[in-house]
T-cell receptor
Framework: DSGVTQTPKHLITATGQRVTLRCSPR?????VYWYQQSLDQGLQFLIQ???????AKGNILERFSAQQFPDLHSELNLSSLELGDSALYFC?????????????FGDGTRLSIL | QQQVKQSPQSLIVQKGGISIINCAYE??????FPWYQQFPGKGPALLIA?????SEKKEGRFTISFNKSAKQFSLHIMDSQPGDSATYFC??????????????FGQGTTLQVKP
């Protein structure tokens, strides 16, 4: 058990809809990362937060947004969903967010767009 | 320059054998190279990591070999066991502005260890 909790585990919705994925980091970790895993693109970095502030952005679509709350949990919001957004979405956390700090992953949310 | 190339895509090894997975990178600014193991239905789990100032790091049956001049690093799994059957990802990250540590992942290697 990594200590990172993601909810829900599975999400099935339709095109055009909006969903929110939630992540609770390990106790003591200040940084949260979101990654997308798909068969064709592999594991892709989306966005990172550190202590409530955005720190780095990857190839995150404009339809996607995220935030980290004062209690350090994070939410990833996906809107105007398309079939191609079907993927596994992972959250990871680390103590400080620096480059050599281990990132611990949750078990992901599987998003299926019908 | 941000890519990490991983090979092979899949690997079948007999129990007790050595599994070897290779990764190559272009960006010499990368300074942290972790390996992750992922089982179906689970998130990636950190196995072992290395910095470029060392050429080898061993933890149990898992060893990372690092060749800075060739910009390559590899994972060796000694005495491979059926329980090691999983997907393995190499990754890299580079120092940036404070508190940024995004990982760039290789495409993954599916390892099957036959009993």
């Amino acid at each position: 058990d990594s200590g990172v909790t993601q909810t829900p585990k599975h999400l099935i919705t339709a095109t055009g809809q909006r969903v929110t994925l939630r992540c609770s980091p390990r106790s003591g970790d200040l940084s949260v990362y979101w990654y997308q895993q798909s068969l064709d693109q592999g594991l892709q970095f989306l966005i990172q937060y550190y202590n409530g502030e955005e720190r780095a952005k990857g190839n995150i679509l404009e339809r996607f947004s995220a935030q980290q709350f004062p209690d350090l949990h994070s939410e990833l919001n996906l809107s105007s969903l398309e079939l191609g957004d079907s993927a596994l979405y992972f959250c990871a956390s680390s103590i400080s967010g620096q480059t050599n700090q281990p990132q611990h992953f949750g078990d992901g949310t599987r998003l299926s767009i019908l | 320059q941000q890519q990490v190339k991983q090979s092979p895509q899949s690997l079948i090894v007999q129990k007790g054998g050595i599994s070897i997975i290779n990764c190559a990178y272009e960006n010499t600014a990368f300074d942290y190279f972790p390996w992750y193991q992922q089982f179906p239905g689970k998130g990636p789990a950190l196995l072992i990591a290395i910095r470029p100032d060392v050429s080898e790091k061993k933890e149990g049956r898992f060893t990372i070999s690092f060749n800075k001049s060739a910009k390559q690093f590899s994972l060796h799994i000694m005495d491979s066991q059926p329980g090691d059957s999983a997907t393995y990802f190499c990754a890299a990250s580079r120092p940036g502005s404070s508190n940024t540590g995004k990982l760039i992942f290789g495409q993954g290697t599916t390892l099957q260890v036959k009993p």
